[in-house]
């Protein structure tokens, strides 16, 4: 069975400085990668998912993650954050050709003005 | 309005007592799912379902039943609701058709408190 692990579970980070989220999955066999972003009180919503093809992926609002195979990572980054990216993130996986998601336990990034 | 949709957004229930959460999806998306939220254990799976009278276990299947009749309804319900079942459930649907991009709409949550 597949499994995420995200080893932060907060994340402060001052505005306009870069911030990476960590994401390390296992898994015998191909994946799908994806991370999500919730807004406080809201559901979650997709920013980025790697399904094949390039390893570096764009996703919404400026973030971007890159496929490590070798190091079994999803790590998510972005270069200058906004007080509006405060929210938890989650990684999560699936099988390949698989529709269930199997999630991280998030990480909750944390902006300081 | 199109999307997903959860009602009711927040319910408090007794110890015992039987509780259905409604989800509801306007995309005619094949794979609903159902997940709870608790601090420290992320989102886990509890039921999903790949179209209309199928359905399967996910992580954390006990003391719940789903039933899908309609596609565009997934219901949860809680059979006799207990303490440890507090939290925030989400609903959510994928498209599975041909060229599917795999990725999950979630609807705006239930947040479940059992005393």
């Known amino acids: 069975a597949q499994s995420v692990t995200q080893l932060d579970s907060q994340v402060p980070v001052f505005e306009e400085a870069p911030v990476e989220l960590r994401c390390n999955y296992s898994s015998s066999v191909s994946v799908y990668l994806f991370w999500y972003v919730q807004y406080p009180n809201q559901g979650l919503q997709l920013l980025l998912k790697?399904?094949?093809?390039?390893?570096l992926v764009k996703g919404i609002n400026g973030f971007e993650a890159e496929f490590n195979k070798s190091q079994t990572s999803f790590h998510l980054r972005k270069p200058s954050v906004h007080i509006s990216d405060t929210a938890e993130y989650f990684c999560a996986v699936s099988l390949f050709g698989n529709e269930k998601l199997t999630f991280g336990t998030g990480t909750r990034l944390t902006i300081i003005p | 309005d199109a999307g997903i949709t959860q009602s009711p957004r927040y319910k408090i229930t007794e110890t015992g007592r039987q509780v259905t959460l409604m989800c509801h999806q306007t995309?005619?998306?094949?794979?609903m799912f159902w997940y709870r939220q608790d601090l420290g254990h992320g989102l886990r799976l509890i039921y999903y379902?790949?179209?209309?009278?199928?359905?399967d276990k996910g992580e954390v299947p006990d003391g719940y039943v789903v039933s899908r009749s309609k596609t565009e309804n997934f219901p949860l319900t809680l059979e006799s609701a207990t303490r440890s079942q507090t939290s925030v459930y989400f609903c959510?649907?994928?498209?599975?058709?041909?060229?599917?991009?795999?990725?999950?709409?979630f609807g705006p949550g239930t947040r479940l408190t059992v005393t």
């Open positions: 790697y399904l094949s093809g390039s390893t």
């Open positions: 995309w005619s998306h094949s794979y």
């Open positions: 959510a649907s994928s498209d599975s058709s041909g060229g599917g991009s795999y990725e999950q709409y």
């Open positions: 379902s790949a179209a209309a009278d199928i359905t």
